[in-house]
């Protein structure tokens, strides 16, 4: 009997270094988690049998240091879940190695190859699609004609106003009168902003701003590529403020409403051979003041951009999969997902440092990075293993001596059985 004891102590220690090898072998691995194999006593009826091994624990929960990558498709998990992935027959399979790319066909793969799993999402919307294939963008995106100017800034209380019969402002004929510097002496601050018409033809305007006569009045010029615009006989746009100095209203308008003002510029007036369509921008200047100290713009951006080529993608913090084009225009094309379980430790693992669901780990629960119980993404970075090779050493050192101990009991064992057959 002593003599089966040994033996399954040997056997179990056998099991013991296969785990133990397993992990050194992985200290490398990204995304690998450690295991430990945990000893169970066997009983055979009120008799000790000797020893097994009666589960294998995974580490899953322990996360492993962060590297950082510098690589635009590289992510890792800051927490619980795991990414999806899908191979040839369909099957999902769960990794925390985020080591992504586009394949061929034009989907997100994993190193391996096997499909990413995420919400789609149309480009400008946030409503996520179904849980599915990633697919990324290719080709070109149309250009797209600026609606919207938004400028935030203070008007200088300070300004006194210059001479009102300077004005160079009101050219007879926009398109006949060649372009010009107005007379610094005949505005208080002038601001450029970049603008786009629906060919993608870029166009500057030129804000003018002049302390009017009026207390607590900022009047508005414009210019479009440095002619005035058509309707530059009377001022553009008047932006009244509180005595606070707070916006009030733009020309006159409810001051309740947004502090806004509808601007159409024509191209095809300053260039005839642009058949662009006339750009009609709305100019918000809410939020703007009018205190005393420096004259400082905080916002000067127009919507619309020209055309533009896929460049690349990369993924954000929040799991978003975002497109890059060569016209600096960047949009998300849809979201990883993370799946979670209610007992991950439970999962079985597979090659390709990945795990299976099970009846014991539990059904995925899907969702996107940072939501739920589902950790927030760290990009350009990679989870490096949680195997501590100096504590796998010292198991090494542990089940050395067990192993030896149980070859001694065998030792003892055989030379007993010898010298009770010499004594008979």
């Not at 690589?71 to 998990?77: N, V």
């Not at 849980?131 to 149309?142: A, H, K, T, V």
């Not at 004005?167 to 786009?196: E, G, L, Q």
């Amino acid at each position: 009997m002593s003599l089966d004891i040994a033996l399954s102590g040997i056997q179990a220690i056998n099991d013991q270094l296969g785990t133990i090898s397993n992990n050194i072998a992985n200290a490398g691995t990204f995304g690998f988690k450690a295991s430990r194999a945990n000893f169970a006593s066997q009983y055979s009826g009120d008799q000790a049998s000797g020893t097994r091994i009666g589960s294998v624990t995974q580490t899953i929960g322990t996360v492993g240091s962060t590297l950082q990558t510098g690589r635009g498709l590289d992510a890792a998990i800051n927490g619980r879940g795991f990414f999806v992935v899908k191979d040839g027959s369909n099957a999902p399979s769960f990794t925390r190695v985020g080591i992504f790319d586009s394949d061929n066909a034009g989907f997100l793969v994993d190193q391996s190859g096997r499909r990413v799993q995420g919400f789609a999402q149309l480009p400008g919307s946030t409503v996520l699609g179904p849980l599915g294939d990633l697919s990324l963008p290719s080709g070109q995106i149309p250009a797209v004609a600026s609606t919207e100017l938004s400028y935030l800034s203070n008007f200088s209380a300070d300004w006194k106003a210059p001479d009102p019969a300077v004005n160079p402002f009101v050219p007879p004929d926009p398109v006949a009168v060649p372009a010009t510097t107005p007379d610094p002496s005949s505005y208080n601050m002038s601001r450029v902003s970049v603008v786009y018409d629906s060919q993608g033809n870029q166009h500057s305007v030129t804000q003018y701003f002049v302390k009017a006569a009026a207390p607590n009045t900022v009047e508005v010029h414009f210019a479009i590529d440095g002619k005035g615009a058509p309707l530059a006989g009377i001022p553009m746009a008047t932006l009244h403020f509180d005595a606070n100095g707070k916006i009030l209203d733009v020309n006159g308008g409810d001051p309740l409403l947004p502090k806004t003002l509808a601007v159409t510029f024509q191209p095809s007036v300053l260039d005839t051979t642009n058949g662009a369509s006339d750009m009609n921008i709305t100019i918000d200047y809410s939020g703007s003041t009018h205190s005393a100290g420096e004259a400082t713009t905080s916002v000067n951006k127009a919507d619309g951009y020209a055309a533009g080529n896929f460049s690349g993608v990369e993924l954000a913090g929040d799991g978003s999969v975002v497109a890059k084009y060569t016209n600096g225009e960047r949009m998300t094309v849809g979201k990883v997902a993370v799946a979670t379980f209610a007992s991950e430790s439970q999962l079985t693992s597979i090659s390709d440092t990945s795990w299976q669901a099970n009846l014991d780990s539990g059904t995925p629960l899907y969702t996107t990075p940072g939501t739920g119980l589902a950790g927030s993404l760290t990009t350009s970075a990679l989870e490096q293993s949680n195997v501590d090779v100096t504590t796998e050493l010292v198991g090494l050192m542990v089940s050395q001596r067990n192993y030896q101990a149980n070859s001694k009991v065998i030792q003892t064992e055989s030379a007993v059985l010898q010298s009770l057959m010499q004594a008979m």
